[in-house]
């Protein structure tokens, strides 16, 4: 997968994260991708997920094109995430949508490819934010 279409914080530049950054930001982007409350089954998805995607570490240092990967390979080690990719009623491709007619939650899915690339973006969003507050105080 190719993300040229990612903004300039997605470089090489290597920042420190943790395991549970991660899960939190997996918690928080599946229930904002969701179309109810939560996705089913959310509580052993994150079990399920930190299994996967387990560092050496609980901290450790990565970029954030390297994390979106590691998300989305540990997501293919993940059945019950791999099922929030599919509709619960059918599997409809297009789907009409208005302002009248709005489509119902069991005929939408959450996107993997978009989860794992928020996930990341989000992370690498808050660290490279952190980094720029910290070397903008060691200045004085």
């Known amino acids: 997968m190719t993300l040229q279409m990612m903004p300039d914080i997605w470089d090489d530049k290597i920042f420190f994260t943790s395991n549970n950054i991660v899960l939190g930001e997996l918690a928080a982007?599946?229930?904002?991708?969701?179309?109810?409350?939560?996705?089913?089954?959310?509580?052993?998805?994150?079990?399920?997920?930190?299994?996967?995607?387990?560092?050496?570490?609980?901290?450790?240092?990565?970029?954030?094109i390297e994390l979106h990967k590691k998300i989305r390979e540990s997501f293919e080690q993940c059945p019950i995430i791999l099922g929030w990719n599919n509709a619960k009623i059918g599997n409809h491709k297009f789907v009409f949508v208005s302002r009248d007619h709005q489509q119902k939650p069991d005929y939408d899915f959450i996107d993997l490819d978009a989860l794992a690339r928020n996930i990341a973006h989000s992370i690498t969003l808050a660290e490279k934010y952190s980094q720029l507050h910290d070397s903008s105080h060691n200045k004085t």
Do not use: G, M, V
């Not at 109810?36 to 570490?57: C, G, M, R, V």
């Open 29 to 64: 982007w599946s229930i904002r991708q969701s179309p109810y409350l939560q996705p089913d089954n959310l509580s052993e998805a994150l079990i399920e997920f930190n299994k996967a995607f387990k560092t050496e570490e609980e901290y450790f240092h990565i970029n954030c």
